[in-house]
């Protein structure tokens, strides 16, 4: 790893960090500058899960630089989603969400309650101050996070939102009204 100087890494857990170093150092290798701006060129961000069996620019035809892409578990519209939402619509260039959460989430698989003891059962950590908004029914919940987006006060009126259902097995979504 010539790449990275001795300073750097003695602070840094690189044993820990090796394959994505490695990774790093094969894709710089050919790596050239696109000179994309930070701007969403298609106008849309997309909220989605932080599955990794999620590639939201290929699964909408998009490439870099098309899309601004949000995630979380569950792809919920939280504080913070809104908080990027603002930024991304007036200084990014979104003029379009679409909310896309996925089939076989783990987050709709539990309720808040089972989620809280499987982790102090299997791990001995009390998570109850934190809040991880899982659902138990997909598109009811998929419907309020797209109102939330729509009736937020600091959004842009004219700013169009949709919300959609991934499915990992077909790669199809599915629209939801809302």
Do not use: W
């Not at 995630?71 to 909310?99: F, H, K, M, P, S």
């Amino acid at each position: 790893m010539p790449i990275y100087d001795a300073e750097h890494l003695a602070v840094f857990p690189a044993e820990s960090f090796e394959d994505v170093l490695q990774g790093n150092v094969s894709f710089a290798r050919s790596f050239t500058d696109s000179g994309l701006t930070g701007r969403a060129a298609k106008g849309l961000a997309v909220i989605t899960c932080m599955d990794s069996r999620i590639a939201p620019l290929n699964l909408l035809g998009m490439q870099a630089g098309d899309v601004k892409i949000i995630r979380n578990a569950g792809a919920r519209v939280t504080d913070d989603v809104l908080r990027t939402l603002i930024l991304a619509t007036y200084l990014l260039g979104v003029t379009r969400v679409l909310v896309m959460p996925h089939t076989d989430c783990r987050m709709a698989s539990a309720s808040e309650s089972e989620i809280h003891a499987r982790i102090e059962a299997e791990f001995g950590v009390d998570t109850r101050s934190f809040e991880f908004r899982t659902v138990d029914d997909q598109e009811s919940a998929l419907i309020t996070d797209v109102v939330r987006i729509r009736s937020h006060p600091a959004l842009p009126k004219a700013l169009v939102v949709g919300g959609a259902i991934y499915d990992v097995h077909t790669g199809l979504i599915t629209p939801i009204s809302a």
